[in-house]
């Protein structure tokens, strides 16, 4: 089946650093990517829909200059938390589909992060 | 609004069969999702319905009634590596994934 990296799986920063999190579809082309946010015991909250070489389209209450994401290539989107805060800890998980009728997603293992 | 409902937790015995209910009511009906997410870890594919009826798969079969707005997951022969948490999940008219809160089941031995 298809597969869907993520680099790092995990990452500690301190408050204020930015880091960026890379969603890489292995043997496919992804058209379409999703970040997604999910808080410890809570299911997983839509981010962000990131279509290739446009910009994305964010949900209700995400900043867009908070979360940054880049989706240059049908193989590479990234998710950029600048500034960061204790409050942006959390795992983040990527999920890419196959052509424009992407009835299943497949997801990436997640990054865990934590900001001190 | 959009909504996916689901029980918060189950508990079954190891060896048993048990059923997770999801009920939705969503813009528009593209198909349902089942994954299973282990703590820690990504959700993984577990079923994929969009026309009523049932699905099986292994131990595990998934069932959809559209226009009851209702599905199930039923697992069988229960295992302790069934310990995890279950979510359902229906593809709206936009083909955007409306995210249930997920069942965690508890297996015990």
């Known amino acids: 089946g298809a597969v869907v990296s993520q680099h790092p799986s995990w990452v500690i920063c301190k408050s204020g650093t930015s880091v960026k999190i890379e969603c890489r579809s292995l043997d496919f082309q992804a058209t379409t990517m999703f970040w997604y946010r999910q808080f410890p015991k809570q299911s997983l909250m839509l981010m962000a829909t990131s279509n290739e070489g446009s910009k994305a389209t964010y949900e209700q209450g995400v900043e867009k200059d908070k979360f940054l994401i880049n989706h240059a290539s049908l193989t590479l989107s990234t998710l950029t938390v600048t500034s960061a805060h204790p409050e942006d800890s959390s795992f983040y998980i990527c999920?890419?589909?196959?052509?424009?009728?992407?009835?299943?997603?497949?997801f990436g293992p997640g990054t865990r992060l934590t900001v001190l | 609004g959009q909504n996916i409902d689901q029980p918060t937790e189950m508990t079954a015995t190891e060896g048993a069969i048990v059923q997770i209910n999801c009920t939705y009511q969503t813009s528009g009906f593209n198909g349902l999702f089942w994954y299973q997410q282990h703590a820690g870890e990504a959700p993984t594919f577990l079923s994929y319905?969009?026309l009523d009826g049932l699905e099986e798969k292994g131990r595990f079969s998934s069932f959809l009634s559209r226009s009851k707005g209702y599905s199930y997951l039923l697992l069988k022969e229960l295992q302790m590596k069934d310990s995890a948490s279950y979510l359902c999940a229906v593809q709206d008219s936009n083909y955007q994934l409306i995210w249930g809160a997920g069942t965690k089941l508890i297996i015990k031995p």
């Open positions: 319905n969009v």
């Open positions: 999920s890419a589909g196959e052509g424009t009728d992407y009835n299943e997603q497949f």
